[in-house]
């Protein structure tokens, strides 16, 4: 037997690995894809939803971003975008421009929200101060005996205090502009009261529709209802009211009974006083013109005065 036939035979075994197509890259290259198309789609959602003026300025900045960064403005962060507000609304108007809205539109919105939340202030201490002059009234002997005369009311105007003749106890001499004893006390209390709110007064004389009996001497119930609010105002004055705060005194004659089913009731003959609202005393002071929302100090934006 030859050499050869005494030598081992070697075999050596090549251990194969799997298929490449066996593994899971495949699935993070999935996830990727799903995680771009929920951006996309997003993105989308937020470009829809965004205003106009918005698209402009994102557009701006990436044009100019150092530009849009130095200046400001829509798209460089301002109150104006939907996206910051977050909440249970992304559309809303407070404090954001809706899609399709101005910054006009805003303000006007803005300004009109202030002017009813200023009115509905002003409102509530007018009627903090008929409370007080009504517990000026219980309280005082002189003028709680008036009490029937003394007529309080909120009317579109402001407050106003109405003190009426009753017909054992009229509040000036007959045909005449002077006041009665009882009548000055009521006003001269009355006036310190009238300090506490910065609002401006009217004052307002009333007669009956009985004509003045000097009527063709060229003095009738006009004349005698404009010196019978001004009598007024001077004793209010001297009871202690700003005389600055007096902003109109007037006399109407029979022309705004009080009893219009009745021309002669005595309650027609009546002084009125009425703390006037920002509105009406902007009228006022404007000869009755509109007054734009944007003139108006103190959020107390004007409207026309209204009729009583």
Do not use: C
């Amino acid at each position: 037997m030859s050499d050869d036939s005494q030598q081992p035979i070697i075999v050596k075994k090549v251990k194969k690995g799997g298929a490449a197509g066996h593994g899971g890259a495949w699935k993070i290259a999935y996830a990727d894809f799903v995680t771009a198309m929920m951006a996309f789609f997003l993105l989308m959602w937020l470009l829809s939803s965004t205003a106009e003026g918005d698209l402009k300025g994102i557009a701006d900045h990436f044009k100019t971003p150092l530009l849009v960064a130095m200046l400001g403005g829509s798209g460089a962060g301002d109150a104006t975008s939907i996206i910051p507000g977050g909440g249970e609304d992304l559309t809303r108007s407070h404090g954001q421009v809706k899609r399709g809205e101005t910054e006009v539109d805003k303000k006007k919105l803005d300004l009109k929200a202030l002017r009813e939340e200023f009115e509905r202030q002003e409102k509530q201490r007018l009627m903090t101060l008929k409370a007080d002059i009504e517990a000026l009234i219980d309280a005082s002997p002189t003028l709680k005996q008036f009490k029937n005369q003394l007529l309080i009311d909120i009317t579109t105007e402001g407050l106003r205090i109405q003190i009426v003749d009753e017909q054992n106890r009229p509040m000036f001499d007959s045909a005449s502009s002077e006041l009665k004893p009882y009548t000055k006390q009521i006003l001269r209390e009355i006036g310190p009261l009238l300090n506490k709110m910065e609002n401006r007064i009217s004052l307002s004389g009333h007669t009956d529709a009985m004509p003045y009996a000097g009527g063709d001497k060229g003095f009738g119930n006009w004349e005698l209802s404009t010196n019978r609010a001004n009598s007024s105002r001077r004793e209010l004055i001297l009871g202690g009211l700003d005389d600055a705060k007096i902003l109109r005194v007037n006399g109407f004659a029979s022309t705004v009974l009080y009893d219009a089913a009745q021309p002669l009731n005595p309650i027609n003959r009546r002084i009125s006083i009425v703390v006037l609202n920002k509105r009406t005393e902007e009228a006022i002071l404007n000869d009755g013109r509109e007054v734009p929302i944007e003139a108006v100090t103190d959020g107390a934006p004007a409207l026309p005065a209204e009729t009583q």
